[in-house]
C-alpha cells in the first residue's frame, strides 16, 4: 500500500501564489508516476500535472507556464505544485496521486480556492 498526505491549500486572490506538497509513505520503491488532479464541483476529475520517476512531467493545457510540478532530490517520494497567476476557474479540490505496480492511489484532497 501506499500512503499520500498533501498539504498547502488555501484561499488566495486572483494573480497569487501556492504551493502544494504532496509526501508518500509505504511501498514507495514500486511508485513509477506522482502527480496532481482536481475536482472543481459538478466536474470530472481532471490532471493537473505529473512527474514520472525519471523526471519528465506533463501538465494541463490550461495551467502550463503557470504551475510547475518538481520532486524533493533528496526524497523522490515527495512532490510540489507550484501555482502561480491563479486564476478563479483553479478552484478545485487538488489530489495527490500515486500510479504504482501496486495499483493507484489518492490523497484525500485539499481545497484550493481563488476568489477576491
Known amino acids: 500500500q501506499v500512503q499520500l498526505v498533501e498539504s498547502g491549500g488555501g484561499l488566495v486572490q486572483p494573480g497569487g501564489s501556492l504551493r502544494l506538497s504532496c509526501a508518500a509513505s509505504g511501498r514507495i520503491f514500486s511508485i513509477y508516476v506522482m502527480g496532481w488532479y482536481r475536482q472543481a464541483p459538478g466536474k470530472q476529475r481532471e490532471l493537473v500535472a505529473d512527474?514520472?520517476?525519471?523526471?519528465?512531467?506533463?501538465y494541463a493545457d490550461s495551467v502550463k507556464g503557470r504551475f510547475t510540478i518538481s520532486r524533493d532530490n533528496a526524497k523522490n517520494t515527495v512532490v510540489y505544485l507550484q501555482m502561480n497567476s491563479l486564476k478563479p476557474e483553479d478552484t478545485a479540490v487538488y489530489y495527490c496521486n500515486a500510479a504504482s505496480a501496486m495499483g493507484n492511489y489518492w490523497g484525500q484532497g485539499t481545497q484550493v480556492t481563488v476568489s477576491s
Open positions: 512527474v514520472s520517476v525519471g523526471g519528465s512531467t506533463n
